[in-house]
C-alpha cells in the first residue's frame, strides 16, 4: 500500500481512536454510499455522514469501545485517482475479546486528497449493538 494511502487510514483510524465522528466523516466523499448486510446506503452530504459517523462513534463507545487498528489485506490501484483497499480491523473493548473483521473500500482523490467514496462493511457483527 502506497505511503499516502496508509497516511490516509492512520488518521481515519485515528479518528476512530478519538470517536470523534466528524473527524471521520471528513474523510469521506460528497456522497458517498456504504454497503453492509443490511443493505445500501447513500451519504448524500455533510450533515448525513456526519449523522452516521457520530452515531457509530457512540455505539462504540457503548460497547466499550477502547481502540482500533488495521492491517492491509490487499491493495488494487486504478489509475492515478482511484484505487480499492481492503483492511482488516482489530477492535478492542472493555471485558471483551478482541474483534476482528474486514471491509474495504473504494478510495477517490479529490483536489489532490484521498476521499472514501464506497465503504463495504462486509464482515462486521455488530453484537454489541441492539441494530444489528
Same mark, same amino acid.
Given at each position: 500500500?502506497?505511503?499516502?494511502?496508509?497516511?490516509?487510514?492512520? @488518521?481515519?483510524?485515528?479518528?476512530?481512536?478519538?470517536?470523534?465522528?466528524? /473527524?471521520?466523516?471528513?474523510? %469521506?466523499?460528497?456522497? *458517498?454510499?456504504? #454497503?453492509?448486510?443490511?443493505?445500501?446506503? #447513500?451519504? /448524500?452530504?455533510?450533515?448525513?455522514?456526519? *449523522?452516521?459517523?457520530?452515531?457509530?462513534?457512540?455505539? %462504540?463507545?457503548?460497547?466499550?469501545?477502547?481502540?482500533? &487498528?488495521?492491517?492491509?489485506?490487499?491493495?488494487?490501484?486504478?489509475?492515478?485517482?482511484?484505487? =480499492? #483497499?481492503?483492511?482488516?480491523? @482489530? =477492535?478492542?473493548? !472493555?471485558?471483551?475479546?478482541?474483534?476482528?473483521?474486514?471491509? *474495504? %473500500?473504494?478510495?477517490? !482523490?479529490?483536489?489532490? @486528497? +484521498?476521499? =472514501?467514496?464506497? =465503504? @463495504?462493511? %462486509? &464482515? &462486521?457483527?455488530?453484537? +454489541?449493538?441492539?441494530?444489528?
Amino acid at each position: 500500500m502506497p505511503a499516502d494511502i496508509k497516511a490516509f487510514f492512520d @488518521t481515519y483510524r485515528d479518528a476512530f481512536n478519538r470517536l470523534d465522528g466528524r /473527524a471521520v466523516s471528513a474523510h %469521506y466523499d460528497q456522497p *458517498a454510499m456504504i #454497503v453492509h448486510a443490511g443493505g445500501n446506503g #447513500v451519504l /448524500a452530504d455533510g450533515a448525513a455522514l456526519d *449523522a452516521n459517523n457520530i452515531a457509530l462513534c457512540e455505539q %462504540y463507545a457503548n460497547s466499550g469501545f477502547l481502540r482500533a &487498528e488495521y492491517a492491509a489485506r490487499a491493495f488494487l490501484p486504478q489509475g492515478d485517482n482511484f484505487c =480499492v #483497499v481492503d483492511l482488516a480491523w @482489530t =477492535v478492542e473493548r !472493555r471485558e471483551q475479546a478482541p474483534q476482528r473483521f474486514s471491509t *474495504a %473500500y473504494a478510495l477517490a !482523490r479529490r483536489n489532490g @486528497t +484521498w476521499k =472514501v467514496a464506497m =465503504v @463495504t462493511a %462486509y &464482515e &462486521e457483527p455488530r453484537p +454489541w449493538s441492539e441494530h444489528g
